[in-house]
């Protein structure tokens, strides 16, 4: 491969990595409540990381679609902050290795941005890896999310631990398929987590989304991960949805029909004859971009 496509950023002191666990979540595909960047951002804020590569974003990153950011001080233009691709490594409260490959999902050149991932990966022993998402789900706010998996048929063993979505699917696909194939292609097990959402919420922050992510990471990755940080914000959160529900006997009548949905099936199917919702949608959205949640 081009060294231009895949540069090195070294830290101080080059790390001694043990079978770390390769952590993604990239900007850019489906993120229904924001569950999936929220998650990362919190595991970051937890963690002190260190580069360890970029990308070569001229070459991955459409500058008019992802514009980079100007600053300008008394009208004096001076300096601009580019989107990155980078690669960053931390250890869990145990001292486990991870790798967090962070930033905007490439605009071009996928085989070469997979060929480059799995690469370090490679050079870097991960153990495994594993990406996040989040999707809109016909699945109550009153029940705890629940996070599913999609995996290759060499990985498709990770399943069984957290389950995954029954049937057929023929959907347009991120990055994280692309990567989950290419990791497959190098023999390093691989899995996305994905968090459902519930579909009337999905365009708001849910807290829920990410809390759920972190946990299904501690345990699928055999990691020491702390999601307290999202307990309160996703309290506020689910109060206040109680309480707009409670208010209208319509909403009240259809998230009790989900909830009777998901303690008879656990959220197996996608249940695509239930009720979409959208005026729940319409005014939950409403409420909440006017509470500032």
């Known amino acids: 491969m081009d060294d231009e496509i895949f540069s090195r950023m070294m830290p101080l002191s080059e ?3 043990h079978d770390p666990v390769l952590i993604y979540a990239l900007e850019g595909w ?48 001076t300096e601009l902050t ?15 290795d991870m790798l967090f490959l962070v930033g905007p999902e490439p605009d ?18 991960v153990r495994l890896a594993l990406g996040l998402g989040a999707f809109p789900a016909p699945t109550p706010h009153t029940r705890p999310v629940r996070v599913i998996g999609t995996a290759p048929e060499q990985s498709a ?21 692309a990567l989950e194939l290419g990791f497959a292609d ?52 689910r109060g206040r949805v109680d309480d707009l529900v409670a208010n209208n006997p319509d909403h009240a009548t259809m998230v009790a029909q989900l909830e009777e949905v998901a303690d008879e099936d656990e959220g197996n199917s996608l249940g695509d004859d239930l009720p979409t919702g959208d005026e729940l949608a319409a005014e939950l959205e409403q409420f909440l971009r006017g509470e500032g949640l």
């Open 108 to 125: 071009f050149h996928w085989s070469d941005f997979v060929e480059a991932v799995t690469d370090a990966a490679l050079s870097y022993n």
């Open 15 to 17: 790390p001694e990595l």
């Open 157 to 177: 063993n990770l399943l069984s631990v957290i389950g995954s979505v029954s049937g057929e699917l023929e959907v347009p696909a991120g990055i994280n398929s």
């Open 186 to 237: 190098v023999d390093i097990d691989v899995m996305t987590l994905w968090a459902r959402v519930p579909h009337y919420v999905a365009s708001m922050p849910y807290p829920q989304a990410a809390g759920a992510l972190i946990e299904g990471l501690a345990r699928i990755g055999g990691l020491s991960l702390d999601a307290s940080a999202l307990r309160l914000s996703a309290d506020e959160a």
């Open 82 to 96: 580019w989107p990155e691709i980078s690669l960053r490594w931390g250890r869990d409260r145990d001292g486990a």
């Open 30 to 77: 489906i993120d229904a409540g924001l569950g999936a960047s929220t998650a990362l951002s919190t595991l970051l804020d937890a963690i002190e990381t260190e580069p360890l590569a970029t990308f070569d974003t001229d070459y991955f990153i459409d500058q008019r679609a992802r514009r980079p950011m100007v600053r300008i001080v008394d009208g004096v233009t």
